[in-house]
């Protein structure tokens, strides 16, 4: 999309004031502190950060990868209640609760993610609970409960964490259990009757028996109604939990379970209507979280996993690792696509899926050397049905149902490799060889009549637009290389190329009466990724400023495509693009005082499709479309500036912070609409107090200050229209259907915690 003049150079100013303020820090922070910096000689600088990204424990200023990481302590203070909250802070990251829902997360970075969160269809960002995948976006906006701390990996990670991780990966790493007697309770109070309360505890039952768990129920009305009926939207009503055991065999050998769980019953989420409805005549609501609807509101979303992980320290050089793990999940929503109430387009579905995976890893350090490797497999099946229910046509109605089961077997073996040839100089070479195999069944039909699956109404079959199976199998290797150069013992160059693999896959909503080639499996997404970055410390190490350029090049592009046809709904999956994306990243925080600290991010992504080869199920025919295409969820600019202010008196210590977060355009699907989103900023503070024991905590977090509207998604099931934007006929359904989902308003709410 081409901007107007005055937004570019918006934009460069932006850019370049931003590197500038980053770069100048130093000097303004070292004359304005000089004699503090001078009269305080025991100061020990910033944090040092540990992460696992190489799946081993580095400081994250060696790790030639970028990635971002937050401990409990970071989340506490910025009161963040789930993962979404990240994306303010997270160069080229995109972490969102998807349209229509209230769990199912849509993660992209660097552009690559999963807009379709349809059974079947593989995410770009991995998601990891410790060491384990989780292979399904429902249920996994996960929420801050007793965790460790919480990393986030930019760019392909095909060798460690192999497929579906082309965009990176995020990993939740929960509390370690350590013998220690600890409880602590947390009580949360806030506006729109916000209630939560979170326990957690552990406790030694041996002198090599650990156990521990940790419960929250998270409670909240709604931030607006649905208008006929009087039913609360975007409420939520939440409980979550686990429970784990560690047992210390012997002294090389331990053995960890988990098991968590997760329920959500927050009503399904309505959305806001920009146009007037071609049924009713509605106009848009004065507020965008007032909607109405045509279905019950009732919506459950369940998960849960087990996992258990056996270390045997082998000897001072050899250790090894099992992960064995299994999940499940249960999804049933409707949603009321026109919210209108009068029912033009209504979507029950029901999602059930189950994996099953298990990892054996071996890992070696001795001198110079270190190296992990392993073998993984995963097993997984996905089933669901949705109906499509369009009450107004024909006098009686008619409805599409889409259903079927994929399931997926995937095999790797994996190994990385990373040697010093000096004390400076160090590169790592590493590979993952994967073998996928899929094989699905997809049963699509239309019905004279209004039905809502198994649940209620009745209608007589009209046709069977899809009846079959599929299967196929893919095999890829994945390389990887990078090394590092140590300018100096706190400044790090890197440079590395990481080849990433998106699993391949069959279309469940496919309409072989529309496009006969959407029964054809799709195949794997890949891409290329060069990385030169810097990582440095400076000023008695009170700065740490790391810094990352990348150019990424995909070929197979999948681009899920969904447009509305007389029959209904036409989709496809398509290895349709070929596209270059490139960019920068820049993290920043300076300990300006030794009691505070301000830091700084930006990310620019830069991202173009080469080449687009789409179907038009309308015209029935292929061109190409790169010209009119822009990537989906990826603004160009994100840039975050914030503080941290710590005091201790005779009362406790007391920490003030605050930032602001900037998103420049989004746009919402792969062509432009009316849901695409402008440039807006957000502000939000916290005040937090510790007692002088440590036993005592209170939080008043204010988000959104500016009460901002902002919208994350949408459907676009527009009706046709002339040049000028005039509408020339029905839509789908007799209705106009261009509704979106919004960001949080201003919200304000204590928390108060007891620890020991």
Request: glycine share 10%; proline share 3%; charged share 20%.
């Amino acid at each position: 999309m081409s901007q107007p003049k005055h937004t570019q150079t918006f934009r460069h100013s932006l850019v370049a004031m931003a590197i500038a303020s980053v770069v100048a820090m130093p000097a303004v922070a070292q004359e304005a502190n000089a004699d503090n910096a001078q009269a305080n000689d025991d100061y020990k600088g910033l944090e040092r950060i540990e992460v696992t990204a190489r799946r081993r424990t580095e400081s994250i200023q060696e790790v030639p990868v970028s990635v971002s990481s937050f401990s409990a302590g970071d989340l506490a203070e910025i009161g963040a209640e789930d993962i979404t909250e990240l994306q303010q802070r997270i160069p080229n990251t995109t972490l969102q609760v998807s349209r229509g829902t209230n769990s199912t997360l849509t993660a992209y970075i660097r552009g690559v993610g999963q807009q379709d969160p349809l059974w079947g269809f593989e995410p770009g960002v991995g998601i990891y609970i410790d060491d384990v995948y989780v292979a399904r976006p429902q249920g996994a906006v996960l929420e801050v409960l007793d965790l460790e701390r919480i990393e986030v990996l930019r760019g392909p990670q095909g060798t460690l964490y192999g497929k579906n991780t082309i965009g990176g990966a995020l990993k939740y790493v929960t509390k370690e259990l350590t013998g220690y007697d600890e409880f602590s309770v947390e009580g949360t109070v806030g506006t729109y009757g916000q209630k939560d309360l979170k326990l957690s505890g552990q406790t030694a039952l041996s002198d090599n028996f650990f156990v521990g768990g940790a419960l929250a129920t998270l409670n909240r009305d709604g931030f607006g109604e649905f208008v006929n009926t009087g039913d609360e939207n975007y409420n939520k009503e939440l409980m979550t939990g686990r429970v784990s055991a560690k047992w210390l065999v012997s002294d090389d050998v331990s053995a960890k379970f988990m098991y968590d769980k997760t329920k959500d019953d927050s009503n399904s989420k309505g959305g806001y209507r920009l146009t007037s409805s071609q049924l009713t005549g509605q106009e848009p609501y004065q507020s965008v979280y007032d909607s109405n609807t045509a279905m019950p509101v009732e919506n459950l979303v369940e998960t849960e996993g087990y996992s258990l992980t056996i270390d045997w320290d082998i000897n001072e050089n050899w250790a090894f690792k099992s992960v064995t793990a299994a999940r499940e999940g249960y999804t049933m929503t409707n949603i009321d696509f026109d919210s209108t109430g009068a029912g033009a387009l209504l979507v029950p579905a029901d999602y059930e899926d189950e994996q099953t995976t298990q990892e054996f890893q071996l890992s070696y350090a001795k001198d110079r050397t270190t190296f992990v490797g392993g073998v993984y497999y995963y097993d997984g099946e996905a089933c669901g049905i949705f109906g499509t229910v369009l009450p107004q046509l024909l006098g009686v109605g008619l409805t599409i149902d889409n259903g079927g089961c994929v399931d997926t077997k995937s095999t790797a073996l994996y190994g990385q490799i990373n040697y010093d040839m000096t004390d400076n100089f160090s590169f790592t070479v590493g590979g993952r060889y994967t073998e996928d195999e899929k094989s699905a069944n997809v049963l699509r039909q239309t019905f004279l009549g209004v039905k809502f699956l198994d649940r209620s109404g009745a209608a007589t079959l009209l046709s069977t637009n899809s009846d079959f199976s599929a299967e196929e199998k893919w095999t890829h290797f994945s390389p990887h290389a990078s090394m590092r150069y140590r300018i100096t013992d706190d400044t790090m160059v890197y440079g590395s190329y990481s080849n990433g693999f998106k699993s391949g896959g069959i279309d469940m909503r496919a309409d072989a009466s529309l496009n006969p080639d959407a029964v054809n499996p799709y195949d794997p997404e890949i891409v290329d990724t060069y990385e030169a970055g810097i990582k440095t410390e400076f000023w008695d190490d009170r700065i740490r400023l790391n810094a990352a350029w990348f150019l990424s090049n995909y070929s197979d592009m999948q681009v899920t495509v969904q447009r509305a046809v007389p029959a209904g709904v036409a989709s496809q999956v398509l290895n349709a693009a070929e596209a270059t994306v490139y960019g920068f990243e820049i993290e920043a925080v300076a300990a300006v005082t030794d009691s505070l600290n301000v830091t700084a991010m930006m990310g620019n992504v830069n991202a173009a499709f080469d080449s687009v080869r789409f179907f038009d199920p309308v015209a029935q025919e292929t061109t190409d479309v790169s010209d009119l295409w822009s990537f989906a969820n990826t603004p160009e600019l994100v840039a975050n500036l914030g503080f941290n202010q710590s005091l201790e008196n005779e009362y406790g210590q007391w920490v003030w912070s605050g930032n602001m977060a900037y998103r420049s355009e989004t746009q919402i699907f792969e062509v432009p609409s009316m849901l695409d989103m402008g440039g807006y900023s957000l502000f939000n503070t916290s005040l937090m107090w510790y007692s002088n024991d440590g036993n005592w905590s209170a939080g008043l977090h204010v988000k959104n200050i500016g009460n901002k509207v902002y919208r994350l998604a949408g459907y676009n099931f527009a009706a046709p229209r002339d040049a000028n934007g005039n509408r020339t006929g029905p839509g789908l359904g007799g209705e106009d259907t261009i509704v979106g989902y919004y960001g949080d308003p201003r919200t304000v709410s204590l928390t108060v915690g007891y620890r020991f």
